[in-house]
């Protein structure tokens, strides 16, 4: 699987948007981009995932740049939950079905 | 609904001795994955089962590691010999099937402590 790039920690006040950038310039054409989150003493979470278009469920948006070369996860209201670590993912499409987990970014809501 | 368990949460054991660690995957889950977490890392794939399929264990990082799934359902991750190295927290997952439109549903973990 290709590899991502993500900024080690982020900060945000409580109640702002927050954007989590994610870098994936060797991404392939049948990659998947998945976002997983781990909040402190539990399991990941998974939390959205694309392909080409920008996505929404009702955790989190996720925008992704037309030329797949990177994406950013939006948090529209930050929460004290929202302090996690998070994954930026891809997953071949036709490929291992396992996840490869890098370090993440560990983010902090200020309340 | 019930998600993926794991049991013990918790596990001290002594250099040298074997382990063994159960996850009971979400009911109707085809796929079960393993991984594990040492202090502050990212998680590090293990081994996954799908079906009745051969399991891919291309992520063991010894032959002292090994995994089983009985009927499909609950799996069973063994530690033979333990080293310090091994202390880590082992993370189950489970999804509804294989392939990427699938999210993983994963355990609160097993933390393993080898003394």
């Known amino acids: 699987d290709a590899k991502t790039t993500q900024p080690n920690s ?3 006040n409580e109640e702002e948007p ?10 392939s054409g049948t990659d998947y981009i998945h976002w997983y989150r781990q909040l402190p003493s539990q399991g990941p979470e998974y939390v959205i995932h694309g392909l080409t278009s920008n996505v929404n469920n009702r955790m989190a948006s996720l925008a992704i740049a037309e030329d797949r070369k990177s994406s950013t996860l939006i948090l529209h209201r930050a929460t004290l939950r929202d302090a996690a670590v998070y994954y930026c993912i891809l997953r071949d499409g ?3 079905n396992n996840l490869f987990f890098g370090t993440g970014t560990r983010l902090t809501v200020i309340p | 609904g019930a998600g993926v368990s794991q049991s013990p949460s918790n596990k001290v054991t ?3 001795k074997d382990v063994e660690l159960r996850c009971d995957p979400i009911s109707g889950h085809t796929a079960l994955y393993w991984y594990r977490q040492s202090l502050g890392q990212g998680l590090e794939f293990l081994i996954y089962f799908q079906g009745n399929s051969a399991p891919d264990k291309s992520g063991l990082p010894s032959d002292r590691f090994s995994a089983e799934r009985t009927g499909g359902s609950v799996s069973t991750l063994t530690i033979q010999r333990t080293q310090q190295e091994d202390s880590a927290v082992y993370l189950c997952a489970s999804s509804l099937g294989q392939g990427t439109n699938y999210e ?3 355990g609160p973990g097993t ?3 080898v003394t």
């Open chain 1, 10 to 12: 982020m900060e945000s």
């Open chain 2, 111 to 113: 933390r393993l402590t």
């Open chain 2, 104 to 106: 993983q549903y994963f």
């Open chain 1, 18 to 27: 927050v954007h989590l950038p994610c870098n994936h310039s060797t991404i």
């Open chain 2, 14 to 16: 002594e250099k040298g």
């Open chain 1, 94 to 96: 036709t490929g291992a």
